[in-house]
């Protein structure tokens, strides 16, 4: 510190300068001290620490990248922008929503950054129930908006199809900006595979009803429903939550057995966006990814019984409570305060050699060892981008929406989609959609293509495990939510489709979609979850154009037995090129 300290006397260009980075330099570290200290038991650091640079996977540039991104952004007093993206683990889901984690590190960090003289600016734009793409990848400048310094990506339950993620990252890499990318790896303390009670045979059996008689504040109050009470998450820190008596008693009488030897080494995988080998490409054109591992934690905190009575407030299901998602927040705010603390401490001779690139995860790196995984070939993911994109998920860039041709003669409606399934919690994420039917007419959308051999593409909006209603397809080629005793689905939209008030012929639609989505596909070659719902309409020449669309019932019954008219969802516009 003195020596960094004595260089910045020498070259700091003005004693004034010296005197905020100093004073910089202070605040940084009262503030990332206060992260270590809220997480008892003396290892608040170790715990920060591995969830940001997971020993088997450690970021490849140790945090250099964004901490020269934020002594920039420091210096000239601008704003830090992160943009969250991810499922329903992000957008907190089963929680008060403002307790995500997204929030939490705005509430973390901008303080900090405005004692310092600059701020951070949190973009919530996480939404559950659909892996990466079209709402993310497909979408990504447009949701993020401009000027963004970060981006997270969180579907590791999705395991979502190689391409989808490399568009993720692609389009990432074609910001203006150049964001650097946290990919999730896992985002929980792995509690359930290491924590159960001697006398249950079966291991993880009824360990709710299990804890009921040891807490006043039991798991109950993590149900939802109206009677969901807010608390700030910090609340759950306290003994107000759980007592210290609570917590003793619970030491002596609940029979805990740790067995960490069962841990399933969540921890020792690679993200998935290393291991289906976009990540690595990612990064060989200079980009920085910055793998989050939750679980690799869990070895500091699985023995203390501090955490043991706190589980549910920290993993509510396979969603984070309110302490879960304080330490995701607390962990990402440390990695980013220590990355800026070595930037503008940069000579310190204790700290030069972290400022060069790390080995970071490849085969041939003994810090990995064995292959965790087989494959790290970069996938062949097709070379046309999104160019434009209307989406109607929220929360979005304001002014992105969808929006109709306001001449066209049409009912549709402009509404949440009626395949949100309802849940105990408000949620901050919603779909706006066009929902028709047939009685509604043809919607239409105007768009330009900025150069020739354009091609636009509608998306649907989503179903649950399964659809809402007499749900109709947007997707040709589908077979998703189909009942599977029914004889498979045909390979037919059921909206019909116009280009420039032309209409488009089937064999058109068939056609287009291989042309994107096939093996070989141009655009995202096998990306399902694309391909299940959306459907490319016609290729166009540069200028302006309209896309129409009206329901015409060819999978299904229109109305169905029970009488009900089919519906048809539209969510996205989306132009590639
Ligand atoms: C979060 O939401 C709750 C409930 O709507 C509200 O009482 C609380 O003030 C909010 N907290 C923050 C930090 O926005
Ligand atoms: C739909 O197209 C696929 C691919 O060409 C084909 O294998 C399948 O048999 C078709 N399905 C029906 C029901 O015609």
Not at 10 to 17: D, N, Q
Not at 121 to 139: K, L, S, Y
Not at 147 to 174: I, K, N, T
Request: aromatic residues 10%; hydrophobic residues 35%.
């Amino acid at each position: 510190m003195k020596a960094a300290l004595l260089f910045l006397t020498v070259a700091a260009p003005a004693a004034g300068l010296l005197r905020v980075t100093e004073n910089s330099v202070a605040i940084i570290h009262d503030a990332m001290q206060k992260l270590e200290r809220l997480w008892p038991g003396g290892k608040g650091a170790q715990i920060l620490t591995e969830i940001t640079s997971p020993p088997r996977y450690p970021p490849r540039d140790h945090g250099h990248a964004l901490g020269s991104r934020l002594r920039k952004k420091f210096e000239s007093r601008d704003t830090f922008v992160f943009a969250a993206f991810g499922s329903s683990v992000s957008a907190g889901h089963d929680n008060v929503m403002n307790q995500s984690w997204p929030f939490e590190l705005e509430r973390i960090l901008k303080p900090t950054f405005r004692a310092m003289g600059f701020d951070f600016e949190m973009r919530q734009r996480a939404m559950g129930g659909w892996g990466g793409m079209p709402f993310a990848a497909g979408c990504l400048h447009t949701r993020a908006g401009d000027r963004v310094d970060a981006l997270s990506w969180e579907w590791m339950m999705f395991y979502d199809p190689p391409c989808e993620g490399h568009h993720f990252l692609a389009e990432a890499g074609a910001m203006p900006s150049h964001p650097v990318v946290f990919g999730f790896g896992n985002a929980a303390i792995s509690f359930d595979d290491n924590l159960g009670f001697d006398e249950f045979g079966d291991w993880n059996m009824k360990k709710q009803d299990r804890r009921k008689p040891f807490f006043r504040n039991g798991d109950e109050m993590f149900k939802g429903g109206p009677a969901r009470e807010w608390k700030p998450n910090e609340w759950y820190l306290t003994d107000d939550y759980i007592s210290q008596e609570e917590t003793a008693r619970w030491q002596r009488e609940a029979g805990v057995k740790v067995r960490p030897e069962l841990v399933v080494p969540l921890s020792d995988e690679m993200t998935w966006l290393q291991r289906t080998g976009v990540a690595p490409e990612f990064e060989r054109q200079g980009h920085a990814f910055y793998p989050i591992s939750v679980s690799a934690a869990t070895k500091y905190v699985i023995d203390d019984p501090w955490y043991q009575v706190r589980e549910k407030a920290f993993n509510i299901n396979w969603h984070p409570g309110p302490l879960g998602h304080t330490l995701i927040a607390s962990a990402i705010a440390h990695f980013m305060l220590a990355s800026l603390k070595t930037a503008l401490t940069p000579e310190g001779p204790s700290l030069a050699h972290e400022r060069t690139r790390g080995p970071g995860p490849t085969l041939d790196n003994p810090l990995v060892g064995k292959p965790i995984i087989g494959k790290l070939e970069t996938p062949q993911c097709g070379s046309l981008r999104p160019r434009k994109c209307n989406s109607g998920v929220q929360p979005t860039t304001p002014g992105t929406g969808l929006r109709v041709d306001p001449s066209s003669p049409n009912t549709w409606q402009y509404m949440i989609s009626m395949q949100v399934p309802v849940r105990d919690t408000k949620t901050i994420d919603q779909r706006l959609t066009y929902h028709g039917t047939k009685q509604d007419g043809e919607i239409r959308f105007n768009f330009r293509a900025k150069r020739n051999n354009q091609i636009v593409m509608l998306c649907g909006a989503p179903c649950g495990w399964r659809c809402e209603g007499n749900f109709g397809y947007v997707s040709t080629r589908t077979q998703i939510w189909w009942p599977e005793n029914e004889s498979p689905r045909k390979n037919v939209s059921d909206l019909a489709y116009t280009i420039d008030g032309q209409a488009v012929p089937s064999s058109n639609l068939l056609l287009l979609h291989d042309e994107l989505f096939s093996e070989n596909g141009k655009f995202c070659p096998q990306c399902r979850q694309v391909a299940d719902i959306c459907q490319p309409v016609a290729e166009v020449s540069q200028g302006d154009h309209t896309v129409g669309a009206r329901v015409e019932a060819r999978s299904r019954a229109d109305p169905d037995a029970s009488g009900n008219p089919m519906v048809v969802e539209i969510l996205e516009l989306i132009v590639v090129g």
